[in-house]
């Protein structure tokens, strides 16, 4: 089976603080994968290391097929990473983000034009083009995030909580975007602390103090813990692992 | 009743777009009150007026029984503030932050080492209070920054999302902490996009472009709701809404809520069987249904969703 993202026993160290202890996680093609755990456990430095911007300690992985210590930029003209704090230019207008994005990406004018017009109607962002991004509503400029990760139809979506303190409609239409996506084969890998979100995912794991505590679906992992929502079923999972 | 909140007829414009458009409101002392809304319907640009920062363009608001433009000064002394965005020091240790607004505050030395005492337990943040901001967890910070709030003791406390990017487990400490700000009679006044935090508000307020559109207690709101709602579940699979269908005639409503469906039926004289069937052609893997009770999401999308229609 060809893996989109596989790690093996990957490890993190600062000093001697270890921030990712171990962790295998192997996603496949088109899911949706939920990755979660409270504050602090690991979760950003993990996605850091598989989308080749921190050089793990040990261990290994591989993402879109490429090795995350030697690869890196290979790994990073076949991904879109959306960060927790996004790195949009707040004093340039919607569109013109767009475009920085899309030519760092390597879009040529032709494609990069065609593909606004389509992430902007996707994302409903038409009418906001020509404002300037740092004057816009903090959901929005998260819906332009989204648009600058995916203009270059990458294979691999990274989220690092993306709908952040968006309403639930909002949050609701970005995730049907999310479904597409993995429906036409973008394997999607997000963290989020919305329970219900991670719901929609396929599997889920729950980071708890650099280890991977739990891996499943959510159906499974509310069972499992006799929950009905995924929220009791995070809550009795790291509440239970002694934090 | 002693209100320490009272807004009349507020409005305010950033750029010709309407932020605020005529809201009116009281909150009583020691009220736990809940903001909601869409992004962009106001939320910040109210706390922003309460707390002295940003002068409304029409209408007053008066906190602690004082005007927000004559008396800003005073009111800024009884109230606490915490904005969206993490504005600590991040290069200061969790002690050095609180000892900085301690003595911006001016409260004296002896009493600020008994109050940072307090606090430190309170938010358990005492084992880290050597620790560099920056090197904080997320809920770790949003503690900190409620601290710092709560420094000088303050009447009011305004809270901007101080829940947004935390897990479950310190969001479930938080308010643990907000019930007990609650019962030593500290008003709170706090925006949040989590519908549950809503539930567990003494008072709501649905904002929508700038106007209000529901304000009451949550379970009186939620009586308010006016469709039947069901619940559709699979054993084996989350089930998604299909898009771009049609939907059958008498349903209202029909989206996903937590693996689930949530269907709101406008046609009240359809028994469970019958439900199920009519929508079985859209949501083939749907399985069983459930009468329930509405809660604050679903009254939310109720709202938003007859808001895009009119």
């Given at each position: 089976?060809?893996?989109?993202?596989?790690?093996?026993?990957?490890?993190?160290?600062?000093?001697?603080?270890?921030?990712?202890?171990?962790?295998?996680?192997?996603?496949?093609q088109?899911?949706?994968?939920?990755?979660?755990?409270?504050?602090g456990?690991?979760?950003?430095?993990?996605?850091?290391?598989?989308?080749?911007?921190?050089?793990?300690?040990?261990?290994?992985?591989?993402?879109?097929g490429?090795?995350?210590?030697?690869?890196?930029?290979?790994?990073?003209?076949r991904?879109?990473?959306?960060?927790?704090?996004?790195?949009?230019?707040?004093?340039?207008?919607?569109?013109?983000?767009?475009?920085?994005?899309?030519?760092?990406?390597?879009?040529?004018?032709?494609?990069?034009?065609?593909?606004?017009?389509?992430?902007?109607?996707?994302?409903?962002?038409?009418?906001?083009?020509?404002r300037?991004?740092?004057?816009?509503?903090?959901?929005?400029?998260?819906?332009?995030?989204?648009?600058?990760?995916?203009?270059?139809?990458?294979q691999?979506?990274?989220?690092?909580?993306?709908?952040g303190?968006?309403?639930?409609?909002?949050?609701?239409?970005?995730?049907?975007?999310?479904?597409?996506?993995?429906?036409?084969?973008?394997?999607?890998?997000?963290?989020?602390?919305?329970?219900?979100?991670?719901?929609?995912?396929?599997?889920?794991?729950?980071?708890?103090?650099?280890?991977?505590?739990?891996?499943?679906?959510?159906?499974a992992?509310?069972?499992?813990?006799?929950?009905?929502?995924?929220?009791?079923?995070?809550?009795?999972?790291?509440?239970?692992?002694?934090? | 009743?002693?209100?320490?909140?009272?807004?009349?007829?507020?409005?305010?414009?950033?750029?010709?777009?309407?932020?605020?458009?005529?809201?009116?409101?009281?909150?009583?002392?020691?009220?736990?009150?809940?903001?909601?809304?869409?992004?962009?319907?106001?939320?910040?640009?109210?706390?922003?007026?309460?707390?002295?920062?940003?002068?409304?363009?029409?209408?007053?608001?008066?906190?602690?029984?004082?005007?927000?433009?004559?008396?800003?000064?005073?009111?800024?002394?009884?109230i606490g503030?915490?904005?969206?965005?993490?504005?600590?020091?991040?290069?200061?240790?969790?002690?050095?932050?609180?000892?900085?607004?301690?003595?911006?505050?001016?409260?004296?030395?002896?009493?600020r080492?008994?109050?940072?005492a307090?606090?430190?337990?309170?938010?358990?943040?005492?084992?880290?209070?050597?620790?560099?901001?920056?090197?904080?967890?997320?809920?770790?910070?949003?503690?900190?920054?409620?601290?710092?709030?709560l420094?000088?003791?303050?009447?009011?406390?305004?809270?901007?999302?101080?829940?947004?990017?935390?897990?479950?487990?310190?969001?479930?400490?938080?308010?643990?902490?907000?019930?007990?700000?609650?019962?030593?009679?500290?008003?709170?006044v706090?925006?949040?996009?989590?519908?549950?935090?809503?539930?567990?508000?003494?008072?709501l307020?649905?904002?929508?472009?700038?106007?209000?559109?529901?304000?009451?207690?949550?379970?009186?709101?939620?009586?308010?709701?006016?469709?039947?709602?069901?619940?559709?579940?699979?054993?084996?699979?989350?089930?998604?809404?299909?898009?771009?269908?049609?939907?059958?005639?008498?349903?209202?409503?029909i989206?996903?809520?937590?693996?689930?469906?949530?269907?709101?039926?406008?046609?009240?004289?359809?028994?469970?069987?019958?439900?199920?069937?009519?929508?079985?052609?859209?949501?083939?893997k749907?399985?069983?249904i459930?009468?329930?009770?509405?809660?604050?999401?679903?009254?939310?999308?109720?709202?938003?969703?007859?808001?895009?229609e009119?």
């Amino acid at each position: 089976m060809n893996y989109s993202i596989e790690t093996n026993d990957l490890t993190k160290k600062f000093g001697s603080y270890t921030a990712v202890d171990h962790i295998n996680v192997s996603v496949k093609q088109g899911e949706i994968f939920g990755f979660l755990g409270a504050n602090g456990a690991g979760k950003t430095t993990a996605i850091r290391m598989l989308c080749g911007l921190l050089t793990p300690t040990s261990g290994s992985g591989h993402v879109a097929g490429f090795d995350i210590m030697k690869e890196t930029s290979k790994i990073r003209s076949r991904i879109g990473y959306m960060s927790q704090k996004f790195s949009l230019y707040p004093d340039l207008a919607v569109r013109e983000n767009l475009r920085l994005y899309g030519s760092l990406y390597g879009l040529d004018k032709n494609d990069l034009e065609r593909r606004i017009t389509e992430m902007s109607v996707q994302l409903g962002l038409v009418d906001l083009l020509p404002r300037i991004t740092g004057s816009l509503p903090w959901g929005w400029q998260q819906r332009l995030s989204l648009a600058c990760a995916n203009l270059h139809k990458p294979q691999i979506l990274f989220l690092d909580e993306p709908t952040g303190s968006v309403d639930p409609l909002s949050r609701r239409n970005f995730w049907e975007l999310i479904q597409s996506l993995s429906e036409e084969g973008t394997t999607i890998f997000v963290t989020t602390h919305h329970m219900d979100e991670a719901e929609y995912c396929h599997r889920i794991s729950i980071m708890i103090n650099g280890k991977i505590a739990a891996i499943d679906s959510p159906q499974a992992l509310k069972d499992q813990n006799r929950c009905d929502t995924l929220l009791d079923a995070f809550l009795a999972i790291v509440e239970g692992g002694g934090r | 009743m002693v209100y320490d909140i009272e807004i009349t007829d507020l409005y305010k414009n950033y750029s010709g777009e309407h932020a605020l458009a005529g809201v009116s409101l009281s909150i009583p002392k020691g009220c736990l009150f809940g903001l909601v809304g869409a992004d962009g319907a106001g939320k910040s640009t109210l706390l922003r007026i309460c707390t002295t920062l940003v002068a409304a363009d029409k209408g007053s608001a008066r906190v602690c029984g004082l005007d927000t433009v004559k008396d800003f000064l005073k009111i800024r002394s009884q109230i606490g503030y915490m904005p969206q965005k993490f504005s600590l020091y991040q290069d200061l240790s969790v002690r050095e932050n609180m000892q900085f607004f301690a003595d911006l505050f001016g409260v004296k030395p002896k009493e600020r080492d008994a109050r940072m005492a307090r606090l430190l337990e309170f938010s358990r943040l005492a084992p880290f209070q050597d620790r560099r901001a920056r090197n904080l967890s997320g809920g770790m910070k949003q503690k900190l920054a409620l601290s710092c709030t709560l420094i000088h003791t303050p009447a009011v406390l305004f809270l901007d999302e101080p829940t947004t990017g935390v897990d479950p487990v310190s969001r479930k400490e938080f308010w643990a902490i907000l019930k007990e700000l609650k019962n030593q009679g500290i008003t709170i006044v706090i925006s949040t996009p989590y519908m549950d935090e809503a539930h567990l508000c003494d008072e709501l307020l649905f904002l929508h472009k700038g106007k209000v559109m529901m304000l009451g207690k949550p379970d009186e709101l939620l009586a308010q709701y006016p469709y039947p709602l069901f619940k559709i579940s699979s054993s084996s699979s989350t089930l998604t809404v299909p898009k771009s269908v049609a939907l059958p005639n008498g349903i209202a409503l029909i989206y996903p809520e937590g693996g689930n469906i949530h269907v709101a039926m406008s046609n009240k004289n359809l028994r469970e069987n019958e439900i199920l069937s009519l929508i079985k052609p859209i949501l083939p893997k749907a399985e069983s249904i459930e009468k329930i009770g509405p809660k604050i999401e679903d009254l939310f999308i109720y709202l938003l969703s007859e808001k895009k229609e009119s």
